[in-house]
């Protein structure tokens, strides 16, 4: 099973300075920040980037008709093609893994698709309804910490849908209306929940499901 626990850049710069790196937080971050901004032109002005784990590479998305085609928003679109690096190529080689079976009906999320774009696995419009397909993701429990949320992969915090915004709830589908004013960002969405094979027998405590997937908030 893939750990999913979700970790930003003020976790890995502490991390670093506790096995022993020379230096401070303060220092550490704002050189991060500056090789991002450095990172980020060059990405925009065409250069393929090998920065951190992987290769920078924009891209465009679309079919383009004639020679002169004309750019249309509505069918083409910029990218940026992320692929691993060497190092983290060869790291992945000595990854254990260890195979203990498929639960029948485990529970996962599956398909997160945003009504008001057409977008699957993308983004989440602020204020507009959201599509939520997998397995035993049910919002259902009496713990307090059950329910849906999403998460601020820059600052970490959980946004938590209020139940009056849900439409339907059910094992296999979860339909919600995205809070209006949710900030611009990436986010990680999660259901907690205390549903189980049955939707009528609820498990003891609570479990996180946790989609694989980065949403947009633009």
């Known amino acids: 099973m893939v750990n999913l626990a979700s970790i ?4 890995l710069i502490n991390r670093a300075l506790n096995h022993g790196f020379n230096g401070n937080a303060e220092s550490m971050k704002a050189a991060c920040n500056a090789l991002k901004r450095e990172a980020l032109q060059a990405v925009v002005r065409g250069e393929i980037v090998n920065f951190g784990l992987g290769h920078l590479l924009l891209d465009v998305e679309g079919v383009f008709t004639g020679d002169v085609a004309d750019w249309d928003l509505d069918k083409h679109k910029l990218v940026v093609t992320v692929t691993a690096s060497k190092e983290l190529r060869e ?3 000595t990854v254990p893994v260890h195979g203990i079976g498929m639960a029948p009906d485990q529970a996962a999320i599956a398909q997160v698709t ?3 774009s057409g977008k699957v696995n993308e983004e989440i419009t602020p204020g507009g309804m959201v599509n939520v ?3 035993r993701i049910k919002i259902a429990g009496t713990d307090s910490a ?3 949320f999403l998460t601020n992969q820059d600052t970490q915090d959980a946004v938590q849908i209020p139940t009056t915004a ?3 709830n059910e094992p296999k589908k979860i339909m919600f209306v995205a809070p209006a004013d949710l900030a611009a960002g990436t986010y990680l969405m999660s259901v907690i929940t205390q549903c189980g094979s049955s939707s009528v027998r609820l498990l003891n405590a609570p479990h996180t499901v946790t ?3 980065i949403l947009t908030v633009k």
């Open 211 to 213: 989609f694989n997937r």
């Open 8 to 11: 930003n850049e003020d976790t």
């Open 146 to 148: 059950v329910g849906l």
């Open 114 to 116: 945003d009504v008001a």
């Open 166 to 168: 849900i439409g339907l």
């Open 91 to 93: 790291a992945l080689k």
């Open 133 to 135: 397909k997998g397995s």
